[in-house]
């Protein structure tokens, strides 16, 4: 999970407890190996779920490897 975090913050680092980090107001944290210390960061309100960004590409034009393909595996026609 990522989360964006409202407001700087002195938090845990690990789950023991025995490395703190800060936190930047407006960056966004990889929260995946750290769930527990995510979700206290959400139920405090000093930071927020950061939705996923997604990226599409336009394909225009196909290209047609397909007779390429047949010729290798069967041979050239007589």
């Given at each position: 999970?990522?989360?964006?975090?409202?407001?700087?913050?002195?938090a845990s680092a690990?789950?023991?407890?025995?490395v703190?980090?800060?936190y930047?107001?407006g960056?966004?944290?990889?929260?995946?190996?750290?769930?527990?210390?995510?979700?206290m960061?959400?139920?405090?309100?000093?930071?927020?779920?950061s939705?996923?960004?997604?990226?599409?590409?336009?394909?225009?034009k196909?290209e047609?490897?397909?007779?390429?393909?047949v010729?290798?595996?069967?041979?050239?026609?007589?």
């Open positions: 999970m990522k989360i964006k975090m409202k407001a700087t913050l002195e690990n789950a023991e407890g025995s703190t980090m800060i930047k107001s960056e966004v944290y990889d929260m995946t190996n750290r769930m527990n210390i995510a979700t960061l959400l139920n405090d309100g000093s930071a927020e779920k939705m996923v960004e997604t990226t599409k590409k336009v394909v225009t196909m047609k490897k397909t007779k390429g393909i010729k290798k595996i069967f041979g050239k026609k007589k």
